[in-house]
């Protein structure tokens, strides 16, 4: 049964993405895996209390500094919003202190978390919100929108900039479906919905956005849109800037609407582009409307193997650019070598040795795996999978089954957790991503991927055991995403273990001219890196905007730009 999107998960601790499962959730194939690879104890990891309970108490009073905000702004703040919504808590303050950026996590697990909201303010209305930032700028406090959290690249820390305070906006209270119109197939959210939320209203009308971010049980429309997010479906149903039509946006000098009045415009530049992917750093972003499809009611898995990385990027080269409209699949994931070798290590059985042993009678020694999962209602999933088949099998692909497809589907959502409990074992993963075009993609993806192990090997354990992965995981006409996930037994300052790996990726990245940040967003991580995508004219158009929207800057300082 694959994962359900409608389904809600508790929300995610303070030191991680989700609270333990009696056991922990890492399975007997993946310790196998990190004992051989990485030399990791495995009996210890599987020792009662290891990897079912909290790695950290949470800080208390004591251990945290104290709320700068100023008497007068926290009665002005209180006065824009009702009874009890702002909390200057301990519990509240580490909540909100930090997304999901590894360093993040491992800040707050050892209770020293990098910067603290001095409040939380958690609207009720989006009219509170306009009197919320009135009282911010009136008082120099700076404004950090708050969503789901789930950030990995330091997008909701909450720093003051100039400012004497920051807060951290709480918008998950705004979760309404305002209006869903099947005429025109579009739906309106307030922006604090949760994933989960948002597809079940939705599946109730049935109707789905199919916009499923790996972070999407946490994460909220209002960050999709602010993050300029890609979900897992993308291929199929898009990228969360093609299915806004309209989003609104409250800044410090007023409201800004934009779209909704028609499909489309030649009126100018299409300014909601300017909002989704903003971050934060313009405004607060209320509520949107979103092009909504019917929910799915059948599914089609398909998994191939090639005979190297390249051979696999050139067939699903030509299902974007030679297959027809809808051909490709709505997932579609291509594992590099390495990848797919840890997949099959990991799952291990029979099934596995017997897919070993097919793919080698088809000469095909070191795999590199792609899995397929079609959307859509009665025959259609099955009708497109065997047109994408074709194309795929012209290209060298030998069929795999449709197993690790499903599979793959079932645990979706497992990631993130798995993340928490290998952190708690002394085991540092993380991951980045990037797109480039199809000319220039498998050079990308080896220069990233060397200079991620280079800077492993660097470290003051010298060529200490690592695994780099990689995947293409978005389809597009000119070109695709490169994810990678890094493995590495954690040294004495994994922080900086993580700082060297990110700094190398980065500049590799640059150097191959794909982009800095596919889905990731901006944040802090990469904001040293924006001038050399959009140029310095660039950088001094978003400054631009910025003074005239929010000229005292108080919107979420330090991020983007």
């Known amino acids: 049964m694959a994962a359900d999107i409608t389904e809600s998960v508790p929300v ?12 922990g959730a890492l399975s007997d194939g993946t310790l196998a895996v990190l004992a051989e690879r990485l030399g990791v104890d495995a009996a210890a990891a599987r020792r009662p209390g290891v990897l079912d309970t909290p790695p950290a108490e949470p800080p208390g009073e ?25 909390a200057q808590d301990p519990a509240t303050r580490v909540a909100h202190a930090a997304g999901k950026h590894t360093p993040d996590l491992l800040w707050q697990r050892a209770g020293t978390p990098l910067a603290l909201p001095d409040a939380v303010v958690r609207p009720g209305t989006r009219a509170e919100i306009p009197a919320v930032l009135a009282a911010c700028v009136a008082h120099g406090v700076a404004v950090v929108p708050f969503g789901g959290g789930s950030s990995v690249v330091g997008g909701v820390t909450p720093l003051a900039g100039d400012h004497h305070a920051v807060i951290a906006l709480d918008l998950t209270g705004l979760s309404a479906l305002l209006d869903l119109n099947e005429r025109d197939r579009t739906a309106t959210f307030e922006a604090g919905v949760r994933g989960p939320e948002l597809e079940r209203a939705l599946a109730e009308r049935g109707y789905t956005l199919g916009h499923i971010p790996q972070s999407h049980q946490q994460a ?18 898009g990228a969360i800037a093609e299915l806004i039509t309209a989003i609104r946006l409250e800044t410090p000098t007023g409201p800004l609407a934009l779209g909704g009045h028609a499909p489309a415009s030649a009126a100018g530049p299409d300014l909601r582009h300017v909002v989704i992917g903003s971050e934060g750093t313009l405004g607060v972003i209320t509520e949107m409307t979103v092009a909504i499809t019917r929910k799915p009611t059948a599914k089609a898995y398909g998994a191939w193997a090639f005979p190297s990385f390249e051979a696999g990027a050139e067939a699903i080269r030509a299902l974007a650019q030679d297959g027809a409209a809808g051909d490709a699949p709505d997932v579609c994931r291509l594992s590099d070598e390495e990848e797919t ?55 060298g692909a ?58 492993l090997a660097s470290g003051p354990g010298g060529d200490a055991p690592s695994a780099v992965q990689g995947h293409v995981s978005h389809l597009y006409r000119t070109g695709a995403s490169l994810y990678y996930t890094f493995i590495a ?12 790996v990110k700094r190398a990726a980065n500049e590799a990245i640059v150097a191959s001219g794909a982009t800095i940040t596919h889905h990731h967003a901006v944040g802090t991580e990469h904001a040293a890196q924006l001038p050399a ?7 001094r158009i978003l400054r631009a905007v910025k003074r005239e929207l929010d000229p005292t800057g108080i919107m979420n300082p330090g991020k983007l730009i």
């Open 533 to 539: 995508e959009i140029g310095e004219q660039g950088v």
């Open 398 to 455: 030998v069929s795999a089954t449709s197993a690790p497809a499903a599979a793959w589907d079932r645990g979706r959502f497992s990631s993130p957790r798995l993340r928490d409990e290998l952190l708690t074992i002394g085991v540092l993963v993380d991951t980045l991503e990037t797109a480039a075009t199809w000319t220039n993609l498998a050079a990308t993806h080896e220069a990233v991927a060397t200079a991620i192990r280079g800077a």
């Open 62 to 86: 004591s251990d945290l500094t104290p709320p700068a905000l100023s008497g007068e702004a926290l009665a002005a703040l209180a006065a824009a919003v009702p009874a009890g919504a702002v």
């Open 220 to 237: 909220t429309l209002g960050g999709y849109a602010a993050t300029r997010s890609a979900g897992q479906a993308s291929t199929g149903y």
């Open 12 to 23: 995610s601790p303070w030191w991680g993405w989700a609270p333990p499962t009696p056991g």
């Open 341 to 395: 070798e840890l997949t099959l290590a990991q799952s291990g059985g029979r099934p596995v040795e017997l897919l070993r042993r097919w793919l080698r009678s088809r000469g095909i020694e070191t795999p590199a795996l792609l899995l397929g999962v079609w959307e859509g209602s009665g025959s259609e999933p099955k009708d497109r999978f065997k047109r994408a088949r074709r194309i795929l099998r012209a290209h």
């Open 489 to 500: 037994r954690a040294e004495a300052d994994p922080i900086a273990q993580y700082e060297r």
